[in-house]
């Protein structure tokens, strides 16, 4: 299986800035792609942003201008930078990421793998 930690929500007033990191560890051969969703409170999870191994990056239009989604492959870990934060920013945030797992290195047989963090808090009030 594939673990994934998030750190660095809070609470922000407007206007302000966070970023958020989530780091993905276990017996993962390659990751095809890793992205933030959000869930507000009676809402649906939605995409935030997500970004390829090759670098594509792709946000939602609510975002689009203030967050910046990286990710350093070496480390699996993905990033996002939000600024000009707003209260509607306001949601639990949660990582995913998929790709392959290596099962058995002697055999060279893989699997898929679709994860999730345990969410994050970011909340942005004055």
């Known amino acids: 299986q594939v673990q994934l930690v998030e750190s660095g929500g809070g609470l922000v007033q407007p206007g302000g800035s966070l970023r958020l990191s989530c780091a993905a560890s276990?017996?993962?051969?390659?990751?095809?792609?890793m992205g933030w969703y959000r869930q507000a409170p009676g809402e649906e999870r939605e995409l935030v942003a997500d970004?390829?191994?090759?670098?594509?990056?792709n946000y939602a239009d609510s975002v689009k201008g203030r967050f910046t989604i990286s990710r350093d492959n070496a480390k699996n870990t993905v990033y996002l930078q939000m600024n000009n934060l707003k209260p509607e920013d306001t949601a639990v945030y949660y990582c995913?990421?998929?790709?392959?797992?290596?099962?058995?290195?002697?055999?060279?047989?893989?699997?898929?793998?679709?994860?999730w963090g345990q969410g994050t808090q970011v909340t942005v009030s004055s």
């Open positions: 970004i390829t191994s090759g670098g594509t990056t």
């Open positions: 995913n990421a998929y790709g392959l797992l290596m099962i058995n290195p002697l055999t060279n047989y893989r699997a898929r793998f679709d994860s």
């Open positions: 276990g017996r993962i051969y390659s990751i095809n792609a």
